[in-house]
């Protein structure tokens, strides 16, 4: 878990639009607070080597009409992506719930092993 945690921190984010349930499409939503400082940088996937700073070149970015294509498709090409993208993060949040479970169980079985073979010495 960490080690994801960190990669992320380094790299450049994919920016993702919010679903409007209302309109049942793909809306830009700004991941920037208004001034916001040393903000993390997004790449948005309309065009290659695009990069989100602030506020601003988000506002510029989402007026292209490169852009503006890219999301009135997204969600053909890209939701289900992005939602499969959630499911392998919980089922590796899960896996290692798991993984840690299984260990102790383990310990647990070789403690009992132990003990029935100091009984059977008696
Ligand atoms: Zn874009």
């Known amino acids: 878990m960490t080690d994801s945690n960190q ?6 984010c994919i920016y993702i639009p919010k679903f409007d349930e209302v309109k049942d499409e793909y ?3 700004s991941p920037y607070k208004p001034y916001e400082r040393n903000a993390i940088q997004y790449e948005c996937r309309c065009r290659a080597g ?8 988000f506002k510029q970015h989402i007026k292209s009409k490169t852009h503006k294509d890219f999301i009135k498709n997204y969600k053909k090409y890209y939701a289900e992506l992005d939602s499969a993208k959630e499911t392998i993060k919980e089922l590796r949040v899960e896996n290692e719930f798991l993984i840690r ?9 070789d403690e009992l092993e132990l003990e029935e073979e100091f009984h059977d010495v008696e």
């Open 7 to 12: 990669i992320v921190s380094i790299t450049r």
């Open 27 to 29: 809306i830009d939503v």
């Open 50 to 57: 695009s990069v989100l700073t602030n506020t601003t070149t």
């Open 101 to 109: 479970k299984n260990i102790k169980l383990q310990q647990k079985i």
